[in-house]
C-alpha cells in the first residue's frame, strides 16, 4: 500500500504583507533546521496570500528550503476577462504546488457552489496543481444529518469531473471548529476521514483512495495536534492561526514528537 507522508499546512488567511510572509518563513525553517525536522516524514506547506506568493517563492529557491508552497485559491478559467482572478497558469509559473479549493470561509463569504468548487479543482488538475479541497459541515448540518454526510457529498462533488482525475487532498474542516477554539475531538475526525476514504474508495478505486492524504482542520495547535495524528486515517492537518507563530506551527510539524509520548 502507498505510503502516505504527512501533510502540515498552514493557511495564513487575508494576513501579513510579504514581509512580513518573508520573516515568517525564515523563522519557521530555521525553527525546523534547528529540530532537526525530517521533511520526508512531514511535509510543511505555506498558504500566503496571493501578493507574498512570490517573495517566499524567492525565499525557498535561494535559499534552498524545503517548505513547498502553496496558494489559498485558483480561478477555474485560465485567462481572459476575469477580473481580479488569478490563474492556474500563473500559479504554477511560482512554484506553487498546491491550492486550497472551497475553503469555507470561500464557500460562506464569496458563494462558493459546489459547482465553482468542481471548476476549480479542474483548473488545478489542469495546471498540475494538487488541489487541497476543503468539506465540513455547520453546526445545523451536524445536528440535522450528523458529521460526515455534508463532507462525503462535498467530496464527491467536487471530483464529479472523473475525466481529468489527478492527486488530490481532502481537508476536513468542521466549520463550527474553525477559529472558534472549538476542536473536533480525535475520533469525530477519525471517523469523518474513514467515511470519506471509503466514498473515495467506492468511487475511484483502491489506489487513489489508498494514495489519498485527508488532513483535519479546526482550531489545531501544538499541543492537540498528536491526538488527531495517532489515528492512521488522518494524514495531516490544515492550520489557520496557529500557522502565524513560527515556533508554534513548527511543533505542528513536529507532531511526531508528541506521538512518542
Ligand atoms: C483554517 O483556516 O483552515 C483553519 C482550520 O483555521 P484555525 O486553525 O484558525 O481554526
Request: charged share 20%.
Amino acid at each position: 500500500m502507498t505510503k502516505r507522508v504527512a501533510f502540515i499546512a498552514g493557511n495564513w488567511k487575508l494576513n501579513l504583507d510579504h514581509q512580513q510572509g518573508i520573516a515568517l518563513v525564515q523563522k519557521l525553517a530555521w525553527t525546523l533546521k534547528d529540530a532537526g525536522h525530517d521533511y520526508a516524514g512531514a511535509e510543511v506547506t505555506v498558504f500566503p496570500g496571493f501578493t507574498s506568493l512570490r517573495s517566499i517563492q524567492t525565499l525557498i529557491d535561494a535559499d534552498k528550503l524545503d517548505i513547498t508552497l502553496g496558494a489559498q485559491d485558483i480561478s477555474a478559467f485560465d485567462s481572459g476577462a476575469y477580473t481580479g482572478e488569478v490563474s492556474g497558469l500563473a500559479l504554477k509559473k511560482l512554484d506553487v504546488k498546491y491550492a486550497l479549493i472551497g475553503h469555507s470561509e470561500r464557500r460562506q463569504y464569496h458563494n462558493e457552489t459546489d459547482a465553482v468548487v468542481q471548476a476549480k479543482v479542474s483548473a488545478s488538475f489542469r495546471h498540475g496543481i494538487v488541489p487541497v479541497i476543503c468539506v465540513g459541515e455547520t453546526l445545523e448540518e451536524l445536528e440535522a444529518e450528523g458529521a460526515a454526510a455534508v463532507p462525503v457529498r462535498q467530496t464527491l462533488a467536487a471530483l464529479a469531473d472523473h475525466s481529468a482525475l489527478g492527486d488530490f487532498v481532502i481537508a476536513y474542516e468542521p466549520v463550527w471548529a474553525i477559529g472558534t477554539g472549538q476542536v473536533a475531538t480525535p475520533e469525530q475526525a477519525a471517523s469523518v476521514a474513514t467515511k470519506i476514504r471509503t466514498a473515495i474508495r467506492e468511487a475511484f478505486g483502491d489506489e487513489v483512495a489508498d494514495k489519498t492524504r485527508i488532513l483535519y482542520g479546526g482550531s489545531v495547535k501544538a499541543a492537540n495536534v498528536a491526538g488527531f495524528l495517532r489515528s492512521p486515517e488522518v494524514d495531516g492537518v490544515l492550520v489557520g492561526g496557529a500557522s502565524l507563530d513560527a515556533e508554534e506551527f513548527s511543533g505542528i510539524a513536529r507532531f511526531q514528537k508528541h506521538l512518542a509520548i
